[in-house]
């Protein structure tokens, strides 16, 4: 019984480490924080602007220079967004619930429309946070294209 304890109590320490060291080895690889110093300049980012594309990519992170016009209702199993519009203006729908849905890729599903919602005009200088899981949809964009970075953060 003694030998059992003295073995239990050596135990302790060796699990503890462990799961110190699997902790540290989770958050070094950086979930939704960037994983190194990236700097873009303006003219990639222009560049990637015109015709939208990812400018920052790290695991869990990334960052999109976007212009869009009008398209489908979008929902996200796993990224966080925040919107940060820089030209044009839209009419964006938040939340509801979506209209024939359809998986289009494992972690994703988009549809023609959404019931309800909160409805918000968008334009240069706004900025909109929207969880995952929440449908969001541009409705309507009046100036033919709005831009924005999309500030895309993973969650578990």
């Known amino acids: 019984m003694r030998i ?7 135990l302790v320490p060796v699990v503890l480490t462990a799961a110190v060291l699997c902790t540290v080895a989770v958050v070094a690889l950086g979930r939704g924080v960037p994983a190194a110093v990236h700097y873009i300049g303006h003219d990639k980012v222009t560049e990637v602007m015109s015709k939208g594309g990812a400018i920052v990519s790290d695991p869990g992170l990334i960052v999109l220079a976007q212009r869009r016009q009008a398209g489908p209702v979008e929902y996200h199993d796993q990224n966080n967004h925040v919107f940060i519009f820089v030209d044009g203006e839209a009419t ?6 979506m209209v024939d849905a359809k998986r289009t890729a494992p972690n994703q599903m988009r549809a023609p429309s ?3 919602g909160t409805t918000y005009h968008v334009s240069k200088g706004d900025v909109i946070t929207i969880p995952a899981k ?13 831009a924005y970075y999309a500030v895309n953060i993973e969650s578990e």
């Open 4 to 10: 059992l304890r003295t073995r239990a109590a050596l």
């Open 92 to 97: 964006l729908v938040v939340g509801g619930t």
């Open 114 to 116: 959404v019931q309800g």
């Open 134 to 146: 929440t449908p969001h949809w541009f409705k309507e964009v009046p100036t033919k294209t709005v």
